[in-house]
Nanobody, 117 residues
């Protein structure tokens, strides 16, 4: 189990960029996959992007070509670079660590991203 702390959220205008960071309290080397989820008011939490320990990535169709997920095992940190942001990207973004496929997961507390002019 690790503690996950997200940072980097905030208010940005449409078309702008933000980079979210997720710092883990321990090594992420053996974590199967780390991901970013988001939850907008009145909606279910959804997967935004995930990256496995081998570097394979998956993205929601709505963010493909705009968001990029990466992990730095030396820093025990996962990043989400978000470009060309849209108002519909507004949500609380959560970091997730999945220890094995379908196995135990850890969640961060979330960071608010608001895209508005």
């Amino acid at each position: 189990q690790v503690q996950l702390v997200e940072s980097g959220g905030g208010l940005v205008q449409p078309g702008g960029s933000l980079r979210l960071s997720c710092a883990a309290s321990g090594s992420i080397f053996s974590i199967y996959a780390m991901g970013w989820y988001r939850q907008a008011p009145g909606k279910q939490r959804e997967l935004v992007a995930a990256i496995t320990s081998s570097g394979n990535t998956v993205y929601a169709d709505s963010v493909k070509g705009r968001f990029t997920i990466s992990r730095d095992s030396a820093k025990n940190t996962v990043y989400l670079q978000m470009d060309s942001l849209k108002p519909e990207d507004t949500a609380v973004y959560y970091c997730n660590a999945e220890w094995a496929p379908g196995g135990t997961t850890d969640w961060g507390q979330g960071t608010q991203v608001t895209v508005s002019s």
